[in-house]
């Protein structure tokens, strides 16, 4: 067994690692469809349907409940570096409904004959640090005996019914943003190589240990239409979500896209996730053909506690980047959409 004393390497317990661990859209798909009839509860307003952040259930009072939950195996080897993450990556669903998180309780899975309680003590307190600073309590939670290491939250919160986003609500002409860089999934399959740089590394844990606060402020902004977060399934698989579901296409100004630092350095060296290929499988049909192997291993890289991806009202492109500014973020669109076409997602 690995005590708490020596060299801790979480990501050798486990196959996968953090959002690249999901199940591919292809056979999520096959694993959702049921011959069963669907009776929707009438007070659900959201369900599986759109393939959204999170369900929500109407409180009847002008509010709207949030429940979510996500969790994966290590994406980084510092066990309190992994609890933050995860509990990160789990808030962020409610923020990415325009919404308010109340409460989270841990999900942990834990291989106790091959590591220490004290290690996994200190995945709750990296889960703890990370609902501090979203100002809620972790307040309890389920744990296992597992053959791999697991953590996440389950989480709770809430919206005024007319501030919640969905992420099949974006209109024809509207620009696109990205809050924050993409490649977190080619850095960590480096560290898992041991080939990533510190420097790069320190970067992407700082940014998935980073809560996706400014969702709870878009809420309320009605020139913003459309919203999710992009994790597991990369840009093009979560804008193809949001692009079919609201019946449009999209076009990305693929330059304009922000990315983690020295991502050229590892793809020459043909370092990155399983996941991505597992994404691509699943929904590159959808994504304009011709496109180059890095933009197709950018934009398929498995994210881990990723941005938001807003969709605006093009009128309102200037107030929202004044917005932007004041609260921090210095971003310009990284695309549009456009009338749906063949292809859910075209690269300019």
């Not at 798909?29 to 011959?35: F, G, S």
């Not at 929707?40 to 929500?56: F, I, Q, T």
Request: charged share 20%; aromatic share 6%; net charge negative.
């Amino acid at each position: 067994m690995q005590t708490n004393k020596e060299p801790i390497k979480l990501t050798s317990f486990s196959h996968g690692a953090g959002c690249g661990c999901k199940i591919s859209p292809q056979i999520l798909d096959k694993i959702l469809t049921t011959d069963t009839p669907k009776k929707n509860h009438p007070l659900l307003l959201v369900g599986n349907e759109s393939r959204d952040d999170a369900a929500v259930f109407d409180w009847q009072n002008g509010e709207a409940v949030i429940s979510t939950t996500d969790f994966f195996m290590p994406i980084v080897d510092d066990p309190f570096d992994f609890g933050k993450i995860a509990a990160t990556n789990a808030i962020s669903d409610i923020y990415a409904m325009g919404g308010t998180p109340l409460m989270a309780i841990a999900i942990l899975g834990w291989p106790i004959d091959k590591l220490a309680p004290e290690i996994a003590a200190q995945v709750l307190e990296g889960g703890r640090s990370a609902c501090a600073e979203a100002g809620i309590p972790l307040a309890g939670g389920h744990s296992i005996d597992s053959p791999e290491p697991i953590f996440g939250l389950a989480v709770t919160g809430k919206v005024k019914k007319e501030h919640l986003k969905q992420n099949d609500q974006a209109t024809q002409n509207c620009l696109l943003y990205l809050t924050k860089p993409l490649g977190v999934g080619i850095l960590s399959t480096g560290q898992k190589r041991g080939i990533v740089s510190p420097t790069d590394l320190a970067k992407a844990v700082k940014q998935m240990s980073t809560l996706n606060l400014l969702g709870e402020k878009l809420g309320p902004l009605p020139y913003v239409h459309s919203l999710t977060d992009v994790t597991g399934f990369g840009l093009f698989g979560h804008l193809v979500e949001m692009s079919d579901g609201s019946q449009v296409s999209s076009e990305l100004f693929f330059n304009k896209i922000p990315t983690l630092d020295n991502l050229d350095t590892y793809l020459d060296q043909k370092c990155f996730p399983g996941g991505t290929e597992r994404n691509w499988a699943s929904y590159g049909h959808r994504i304009q053909e011709g496109i180059t192997e890095t933009q197709r291993l950018i934009g398929a890289d498995p994210q881990t506690s990723g941005g938001l991806l807003i969709a605006i009202e093009e009128k309102s492109q200037e107030v929202f980047e004044k917005f932007l500014k004041d609260e921090g973020f210095n971003l310009k669109p990284i695309g549009r959409t456009t009338e749906k076409r063949e292809k859910a997602i075209y690269i300019l």
